[in-house]
């Protein structure tokens, strides 16, 4: 998936800039190598970037590709978001057992295992689908698709839709859930291109691949997780629609098991002329990412909004509910 992902970005550059070449360097993560363990459990933020943007430092590559949702909220010094592509289908779907094809999960019988490894899916599922039990999968899309439908662990596995998209596996989707199901992980369906933050020339180039909608969703999800200190070992979840100038920001924590929740929508105006400064103004950064080409109030607005949001659910007791799962998650 990291591959064909790659590919996409560089598909997109090659014909906006047709004189250059551009080589990949294909590298494994911390994060693919260790696949014994839950993410959550391995507590390092930058699991599937660290190698990544070790070799963008030493200048041995220029641009890396990531799923937008594993990037952290706050990047190390020197880096920066210079791209956030469009954004496809952000919700999870459910593949089913070949035995279960044409089922949902509501159909599914009592104590039926269901694997994902994300805390949030399972979180949110539990409390819909009480009837059912969740457990650990983890490895690659293919080796998640190959567990499933080879051994008879696992009645159902929940992934994100937009992976299943890009691999060509669309069909193999039996349900998508929508927010009244499951609310998606922040960034989740969008690709982001990491470059050094200094590197004027790469960072031009690349901030062509901007898609305006996505990046102004994506920097008040940045924010709104940022603002609550949440990462892959706590369950927070987003839904984002931006609809005649309005960004809806709906957001919310939960307990592990789904049984203690908050959740808030609020919206603001993103409205707003593209303003041309020159100057030092130009590489202001919101949750890490640079868009030099969508107007930098909007911007401020969207990152607002997800501040705002977070600091909401803090006022009504997010704080708890977070730190608990985070206590129990680590024991």
Not at 130 to 138: K, N, S, T
Not at 223 to 228: N, Q
Request: net charge negative; charged share 25%; aromatic share 4%.
């Amino acid at each position: 998936l990291a591959r064909i992902q790659t590919d996409s970005v560089v598909m997109m550059l090659r014909e906006l800039y047709p004189d250059l070449r551009f080589e990949i360097v294909a590298m494994s993560t911390t994060g693919d190598k260790i696949l014994d363990t839950a993410l959550s459990k391995i507590g390092e933020k930058s699991l599937f970037t660290k190698e990544l943007e070790n070799a963008l430092e030493r200048n041995e590559v220029d641009l890396v590709v990531h799923s937008l949702k594993d990037l952290p909220t706050s990047l190390p010094p020197g880096f920066t978001i210079g791209a956030v592509c469009k954004r496809e289908n952000p919700l999870d779907a459910v593949v089913f057992h070949p035995k279960n094809c044409g089922k949902t999960l509501s159909l599914l019988p009592e104590k039926s295992v269901i694997g994902t490894s994300s805390l949030r899916r399972a979180a949110q599922l539990k409390k819909k689908f009480p009837h059912l039990e969740f457990r650990d999968i983890r490895g690659n899309l293919n080796t998640r698709l190959k567990k499933l439908d080879e051994k008879e662990d696992f009645s159902a596995i929940v992934l994100a839709a937009a992976g299943l998209k890009r691999m060509g596996w669309e069909n193999r989707i039996g349900q998508l859930l929508g927010p009244e199901d499951c609310l998606y992980a922040v960034g989740q369906g969008a690709l982001a291109v990491e470059v050094r933050a200094k590197d004027q020339e790469i960072l031009s180039m690349v901030s062509a691949l901007h898609d305006a909608d996505t990046v102004l969703c994506c920097i008040a999800e940045r924010a709104f997780m940022k603002r609550l200190e949440g990462g892959c070992s706590v369950p927070v979840a987003v839904n984002t629609l931006l609809k005649d100038g309005q960004l809806y920001l709906t957001g919310a924590v939960y307990s592990l098991d789904g049984s203690d929740s908050l959740k808030e929508t609020m919206q603001t105006s993103v409205t707003y002329p593209h303003q041309n400064e020159d100057g030092p103004n130009d590489d202001v950064q919101h949750v890490g990412i640079t868009a030099k080409n969508v107007p930098d109030q909007a911007q401020e607005a969207a990152e607002n909004l997800g501040v705002e949001l977070a600091s909401l659910l803090l006022s009504k007791g997010a704080k708890h509910i977070l730190s608990v799962a985070r206590q129990l998650n680590d024991a």
